[in-house]
């Protein structure tokens, strides 16, 4: 896979525009990280349902005391979220670039590929 220093130009300057906010995805977190918005933010929807599910769950059963237990697994997969958003953060990136730059070198044929200029 080899793009051109414009196109690497282009894939970086998607992924500053498209990259996931630290601030915005501590936010939901701090607000609405019970229900997994958080993890539906940053990509994660698989695990930010089944926190969704969980929450849901712990509330509609904690009247007979097992929902209790749906709620601490929530509350301590919050508390070790508080410290992975950094890395899924990186992690969204690194895959958005990969599928950027798999799009540049998948619309543009290997022999179209103007030379890149010396110096």
Request: overall charge negative.
């Given at each position: 896979?080899?793009?051109?220093?414009?196109?690497?130009?282009?894939?970086?300057q998607r992924l500053a525009n498209d990259k996931k906010s630290t601030l915005v995805a501590y936010l939901l977190w701090f607000f609405l990280g019970g229900f997994g918005v958080h993890r539906f933010y940053l990509g994660k929807s698989g695990s930010g349902a089944?926190?969704?599910?969980?929450?849901?769950?712990?509330?509609?059963?904690?009247?007979?005391?097992?929902g209790i237990a749906f709620l601490l697994v929530v509350a301590i997969w919050m508390i070790v979220d508080a410290f992975l958003i950094p890395g899924?953060?990186?992690?969204?990136?690194?895959?958005?670039?990969?599928?950027?730059?798999?799009?540049?070198?998948?619309?543009?044929?290997?022999?179209?590929v103007p030379p890149v200029p010396a110096g």
């Open positions: 896979m080899t793009l051109t220093t414009e196109q690497l130009i282009l894939v970086e089944i926190m969704l599910v969980l929450m849901i769950l712990g509330w509609l059963t904690a009247v007979i005391y097992i899924m953060i990186t992690d969204n990136t690194a895959q958005q670039r990969l599928r950027l730059q798999l799009e540049m070198n998948a619309g543009m044929p290997a022999a179209a």
